[in-house]
């Protein structure tokens, strides 16, 4: 009897493990298919909102193409408005464009006598209001009209036009700064003097300046001999010696002494300038060093007589007179460097000192012996 119940309920045990097992298999799928489903929404979600995406940008990409085609079409219209009617007028000549060229030069040349002033370039840039680098007829118009002040009795309104179709060759009803500076540079010339004109003078000028220095030099060291090496060397000592004064301490001022006299920044020195650098720069006088050794020194480094020396050169002979002082004047070791600056200290500390002791024993009266002994009681 025993034996049955135990059985029975065991059976029962088993069932009632089995059912909820059966359970639980049934809401895992449940469960799988909602997040496979959610998945699969999840993708045609992002599907959908890649697909607006790219709508809205074939949408904005199609706005901004038709907004380019009219404002394309838009310049067009303008570009045409503003061209004038061209059929019934012929090119002119490189004569009469040259003349054109020519006029409007010298008509710049009345607003502005200053060749460094004026320009075409310039020109062009004023009357480019839109910044867009190009100029249409009606511009160039109003330019030669009101800017450069040419009436039309003057210029006549067809000679322009007959100008304009050669310069708008290919009729796009614009020229830009390049076509406009080809066509007015040729009067440039016609007109005078030119920036660039001016400043070749100048510099033509400046050295016909320099050359005649140079000969005028030549001619006074004509009859001067060249000096010996040892003179040369003898000078040298005595500049380096002066210079060891002006800038002690510094083993390249012969170099600040070379720039501090080239006042022309050209790398070269002439005679005059030499002679400076004895007079002026070192302050030697006449009784020092008497100008015909400064001369026939000159003529020794001026070797190839070009009637200058360069930086190189100077800086040769400087150091032929810094060598011989250094072995006419021994320079002292590191360790003799080092001795002579720590007693230098010593010495300015003893000073200090020594001043101290001054100022207590003057203003400080000696403390009776009975003080004394009263501050040692304890």
């Known amino acids: 009897m025993s034996m049955t119940i135990s059985r029975s309920a065991g059976s029962l045990v088993s069932r009632a493990w089995e059912l909820p097992s059966d359970a639980s298999r049934s809401s895992m799928d449940q469960l799988r298919a909602k997040k496979t489903a959610e998945r699969a929404a999840l993708k045609q979600l992002v599907s959908l909102r890649r697909e607006v995406q790219d709508r809205k940008l074939d949408s904005a990409a199609q706005r901004l193409r038709e907004r380019r085609w009219s404002e394309a079409a838009a310049y067009k219209a303008e570009i045409r408005k503003e061209r004038p009617m061209m059929h019934d007028v012929s090119a002119a000549d490189e004569a009469t464009v040259f003349a054109l060229s020519k006029r409007l030069n010298q008509a710049m040349a009345v607003l502005e006598p200053d060749a460094n002033k004026r320009g075409w370039f310039r020109l062009f840039q004023h009357m480019d209001d839109d910044g867009s680098g190009k100029m249409t007829y009606l511009e160039l118009e109003d330019m030669v009209r009101n800017e450069l002040r040419i009436p039309s009795k003057d210029l006549d309104d067809k000679v322009l036009k007959q100008v304009w179709k050669v310069l708008d060759a290919d009729g796009s009803g614009y020229i830009e700064a390049g076509e406009f500076g080809r066509f007015m540079r040729p009067g440039e010339a016609a007109v005078g003097e030119t920036w660039k ?12 300046v320099e050359l005649a220095v140079r000969h ?15 003179e040369v060397n003898a000078l040298s000592v005595v500049l380096n010696r002066r210079l060891a004064t002006v800038f002690p301490g510094n083993s390249g001022s012969w170099f600040k002494l070379y720039v501090h006299v080239d006042q022309d920044r050209s790398g070269k020195i002439t005679f005059d300038e030499f002679r400076a650098v004895a007079r002026k720069g070192l302050r030697l006088t006449q009784a020092e060093l008497p100008e015909a050794k400064v001369a026939a020194a000159w003529r020794a480094i001026d070797a190839d007589g070009n009637g200058y020396i360069t930086t190189g050169e100077f800086g040769a002979f400087m150091k032929r007179g810094a060598l ?13 460097k080092l001795h002579r600056r720590r007693s230098l200290e010593a010495q300015a500390l003893q000073a200090e000192l020594k001043k101290e002791r001054r100022a207590h024993s003057d203003n400080v009266t000696p403390a009776a012996a009975d003080q004394v002994h009263e501050m040692s009681t304890p």
């Open 324 to 336: 011989e002082l250094r072995t006419l004047q021994p320079q002292p070791t590191w360790k003799q």
């Open 197 to 208: 004109s001016r400043l070749h003078a100048q510099r033509r000028m400046e050295v016909q």
């Open 216 to 230: 005028k030099e030549k001619r006074a060291m004509e009859g001067v001999a060249p000096a010996s090496e040892k």
